[in-house]
């Protein structure tokens, strides 16, 4: 049997560098998701304090940088490099909210055109990586811009009161997040009360204290609501009789179920 050599032999099937850039950046995660992502990052590295900042435009209250600071674990060069490459396969911790080590990069790609990443373990000194969505889309590679094993050379790019905040904890990581995509300047305020409606439906308990904070306001602390008992299942009404009643209709049976206490 005689195997002619075809263009699909030699084709290259790796992913393109700039197509798959774009579709991150138009995965369709609205703000608040994006978010929550770093913030379930914070949560795995068993941070018990994450600072979400939202900073406003000056004299707008239109949103313009967001900073996600943890007290967690931090990272080594070497989990920083592979938490930075798309589609990284790793196992996870069984209680670990993400499952994938897709969140990182989905967040900061949907967020804003550039991603400083500062972090540090209890072991190693801080390191820093410089994301530049534009930059990497013009050299065709998914190669973050910049690594700094110096994380002090990135210092000068970081607002000073978080920065101050993330060199008091021993270990720790911080993702800023500037020149954010048109979609999300948005109002601050109305942000932070979105986020801070959903996730307390959404979780129903968390290990890390969320401060969500702006600028010169006081914060507000992501509490989940419980809304199974949990903590006060004396709350909680049983009834020891149902009643069910069925009603015939043109359309068939109508069902109502009714408890009596």
Same mark, same amino acid.
């Given at each position: 049997m005689n195997v002619t050599a075809s263009i699909?032999?030699?084709?290259? /099937?790796?992913?393109?560098?700039?197509?798959?850039? @774009?579709?991150? @950046?138009?995965?369709?995660l609205n703000c608040t998701s994006a978010i929550a992502e770093l913030d379930d990052n914070g949560e795995d590295s &068993?941070?018990?304090?994450?600072?979400?900042?939202?900073?406003?435009?000056?004299?707008?209250?239109?949103?313009?940088?967001?900073?996600?600071?943890?007290? &967690?674990?931090?990272?080594?060069?070497?989990?920083?490099?592979?938490?930075?490459?798309?589609?990284?396969h790793h196992s996870h911790q069984s209680g670990d909210i993400g499952k994938f080590g897709t969140g990182l990069k989905n967040a900061y790609m949907s967020l804003g055109n550039e991603t400083f990443i500062l972090t540090k373990t209890?072991?190693?000194?801080?390191?820093?990586? /410089?994301?530049?969505?534009?930059?990497?889309?013009?050299?065709?590679?998914?190669?973050?811009?910049?690594?700094?094993?110096?994380?002090?050379?990135?210092?000068?790019?970081?607002?000073?009161?978080?920065?101050?905040?993330?060199?008091?904890?021993?270990?720790?990581?911080?993702? /800023?997040?500037?020149?954010?995509?048109?979609?999300?300047?948005?109002?601050?305020?109305?942000?932070?009360?979105?986020?801070?409606?959903?996730?307390?439906?959404?979780?129903?308990?968390?290990?890390?204290?969320?401060?969500l904070t702006i600028p010169g306001k006081p914060p507000i602390v992501v509490t989940p609501t419980d809304v199974f008992y949990e903590k006060t299942p004396e709350n909680l009404l049983y009834s020891s009789i149902s009643e069910i009643r069925l009603y015939p209709t043109a359309s068939g049976l109508r069902v109502f179920e009714s408890s009596i206490t």
């Open positions: 699909a032999d030699d084709f290259d /099937y790796s992913p393109d560098a700039v197509g798959t850039i @774009q579709n991150q @950046q138009n995965s369709g &068993g941070a018990k304090q994450i600072e979400i900042c939202l900073i406003p435009e000056e004299n707008t209250p239109l949103l313009e940088e967001i900073v996600v600071l943890d007290d &967690g674990c931090g990272m080594n060069e070497d989990k920083l490099c592979k938490a930075n490459k798309l589609a990284y209890l072991d190693t000194p801080c390191i820093g990586m /410089y994301i530049n969505l534009k930059r990497m889309k013009e050299a065709k590679t998914f190669k973050p811009t910049a690594f700094h094993a110096d994380g002090t050379e990135i210092f000068p790019h970081i607002p000073p009161a978080l920065l101050e905040k993330f060199n008091s904890y021993s270990s720790g990581t911080l993702i /800023y997040i500037r020149s954010l995509f048109q979609q999300h300047k948005n109002d601050v305020e109305r942000i932070r009360q979105d986020i801070e409606k959903e996730w307390s439906l959404t979780y129903c308990q968390k290990k890390a204290e969320t401060h």
